[in-house]
């Protein structure tokens, strides 16, 4: 029989985190459970704090109400490497029977849902919900956020091609996404870029440059090219920095390459035409959540409290086909993401 629940957010902030947390708040109220704060993600189980209430503290539900159209996380979030030593889980988990809390609801990527497990194997029911906007797990359509940050991203697109088109100048956008580049895909799609590039996928910047010389050789000079901010590594060698300072571009050694440096690269090999990068930051993560992520938000909190009174634990909250499922966490973290090479050949050959 579950008395009383504890909820955490974990790793970066995702829209559609506050309004889990009502959620679960409404249901776990609805059935009589009392519900308990924990701050700062795994950091508020481990009691380092002088006042116990800044680690974890009563959520009524006249505290949380007012939160679920409040952006970032209510709870507070960080990440705690400490929280990966065993030693460090066996003592959080010891710490939540002191303070008689049953079962821990975790809001976060994979990285949480893997300390999720880890609290289960150790005796303390959890249920994982997918806060992030990386969209980066492999057993649900969709995390919470990602649509939000889709949105984010589209919303910046279409600014920034009002300049492009006015100055005749094509873009380079960069968008967030960690490994996964979901966030650059749909941004892709839903703007009608003209290139993407992502960090599942091998790219050379000459096939880049001879896309967008053909692009402008049509007429097109004002193309988008969106790129994940983690495409870096799948660059073919290139010795850009010698590229760039032989064609009238200092940079000093040791200096990474960035979008700006892709647009300068850009420009030198396309005639000379003014690329410009935007790099789009945390205006993904703060945004108010999308009804999509509100609505996956509401369902995930809800079936989170059902789960766990009726004592089906350690497992991962996902959503297929419009609708919240749940299944083990270790099935859900052992399921690869599907990388649609259809849809990136298609936005980078139209
Ligand atoms: P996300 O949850 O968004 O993937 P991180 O990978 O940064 O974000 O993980 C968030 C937190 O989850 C980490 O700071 C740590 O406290 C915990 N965590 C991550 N990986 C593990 C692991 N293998 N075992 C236990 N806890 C983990
Ligand atoms: O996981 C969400 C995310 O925003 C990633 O897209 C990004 O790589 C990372 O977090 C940035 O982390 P930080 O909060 O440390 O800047």
């Known amino acids: 029989m579950i008395r009383k629940i504890g909820i955490l957010t974990s790793g970066g902030d995702s829209p559609g985190m506050n309004a889990a947390v009502v959620s679960v708040a409404r249901c776990a109220a609805a059935h009589g459970i009392q519900l308990m704060g924990i701050k700062r993600g795994y950091n508020g189980l481990l009691g380092l704090s002088e006042n116990p209430e800044d680690d974890i503290a009563a959520l009524d539900l006249e505290t949380v109400l007012d939160i679920a159209d409040q952006r970032g996380t209510f709870l507070r979030t960080a990440r705690c490497d400490e929280f990966k030593k065993p030693e460090v889980q066996r003592q959080c988990a010891n710490n939540l ?107 050379d910047v000459d096939v880049l440059a001879a896309r967008l010389n053909g692009l402008i050789a049509k007429g097109n000079t004002r193309a988008t090219l969106i790129i994940g901010e983690h495409c870096w590594h799948k660059m073919k060698e290139f010795d850009w920095r010698k590229f760039l300072n032989d064609n009238g571009k200092v940079v000093y050694p040791g200096e990474p390459i960035n979008a700006e440096r892709l647009a300068s690269i850009l420009k030198r090999k396309c005639g000379g035409i003014e690329a410009r990068a935007t790099v789009i930051g945390y205006t993904q993560r703060g945004a108010q959540a999308t009804a999509q992520d509100s609505a996956f938000a509401f369902e995930a909190g809800h079936l989170a409290v059902q789960l766990l009174n009726r004592g089906i634990t350690n497992q991962a909250i996902g959503i297929r086909h419009g609708r919240v499922f749940n299944m083990p966490f270790a099935d859900a973290l052992m399921m690869k993401k599907h990388f649609d090479r259809e849809t990136y050949e298609l936005i980078n050959s139209l």
């Open 97 to 203: 029977r002191k303070l008689g809390i049953d079962a821990l609801v975790v809001i976060g990527g994979d990285g949480s849902f893997n300390g999720a497990m880890h609290l289960s194997e150790l005796g303390i029911p959890c249920v994982g919900i997918p806060g992030t906007i990386d969209n980066d797990l492999g057993y649900t359509e969709a995390t919470l956020g990602y649509d939000t940050a889709v949105n984010v991203c589209v919303e910046a697109v279409r600014s920034i091609r009002a300049t492009s088109r006015s100055h005749d100048r094509p873009a380079v956008v960069q968008v967030m996404g960690r490994n996964a580049g979901d966030i650059a895909m749909k941004t892709a799609m839903a703007t009608g870029a003209e290139m993407v590039v992502v960090p599942e996928m091998d790219w």
